[in-house]
């Protein structure tokens, strides 16, 4: 069974389109963190949320935590080729250690 | 380069043989964590070190997985026997984080192993 569930798995878009991934858990988080990860590289932290309900905005991307800090969400406006990649979130509780879900691929087609 | 380097890159190797991995931390951090990643899935965590300290694995880490960190600098990730379900992406981050602050993780690039 998997802690953290994202969904979809997969996106396929053109520039210029709207995104929202989601990442959900039965388990409550101390802090989420969102990551991009490229082919062949390791995951690059884009984003830790810390507040039940808090937005962070990083340019095109917004990251939202949910109230209850089960759940997040990254939506990206106006997405560019360059944001293709894998994302990842991953959950802290307790430890330092987090747990990642297995991660949104998404391709933007120019 | 001052980030988290990883060697070698690229391993393939045969069934049965031993490999060893070799991570360079960001040279202020006082933490190192080793992932190992397959494909369609996220990092899963297998162990972790306070500087030469290992406090932590995961039940992921079999008998024949061993860590070491000697120095508290750089870490060699050892797998013996190697087995065709060892195919994976080992990942080696470091970090360091004061009291209190949610630290920030940063990976290297990864050891991608071929198990034949």
């Known amino acids: 069974t998997q802690l953290l569930e994202q969904s979809p798995q997969f996106l396929s878009i053109q520039e210029g389109e709207n995104l929202t991934v989601y990442c959900n858990s039965s388990?409550?988080?101390?802090?989420l963190q969102w990551y991009r990860q490229e082919p062949g590289e390791g995951p690059v932290l884009l984003v830790t949320v810390v507040t039940g309900g808090e937005v962070k905005k990083l340019k095109r991307l917004t990251f939202q935590f949910g109230d209850a800090r089960k759940d997040s969400s990254l939506h990206i406006t106006a997405a560019q080729p360059g944001d293709t990649g894998l994302y990842l979130c991953?959950?802290?509780?307790?430890?330092?250690?987090?747990?990642f879900g297995r991660g949104t691929s998404l391709i933007v087609h120019p | 380069d001052t980030g988290v380097s990883q060697d070698p890159r690229h391993k393939i190797t045969k069934r049965g043989q031993n490999v060893t991995f070799r991570c360079d931390p960001i040279?202020?951090?006082?933490?190192l964590y080793w992932y190992r990643q397959t494909l369609g899935q996220g990092p899963e965590f297998l162990t972790y070190?306070?500087?030469?300290?290992?406090?932590?694995k995961s039940r992921l880490l079999s008998d024949r997985f061993s860590a070491e960190r000697p120095k508290g600098s750089f870490s060699t990730l050892e797998i013996q026997r190697t087995e065709q379900g060892d195919s994976a992406m080992y990942l080696c981050?470091?970090?360091?984080?004061?009291?209190?602050?949610?630290?920030?993780?940063?990976f290297g690039p990864g050891t991608r192993l071929l198990v034949l």
């Open positions: 991953a959950g802290i509780r307790g430890s330092y250690i987090p747990t």
């Open positions: 388990s409550v988080f101390s802090s």
């Open positions: 040279s202020e951090h006082n933490r």
């Open positions: 070190f306070q500087n030469e300290a290992q406090l932590e």
């Open positions: 981050a470091s970090s360091f984080a004061p009291r209190g602050v949610v630290e920030t993780q940063y």
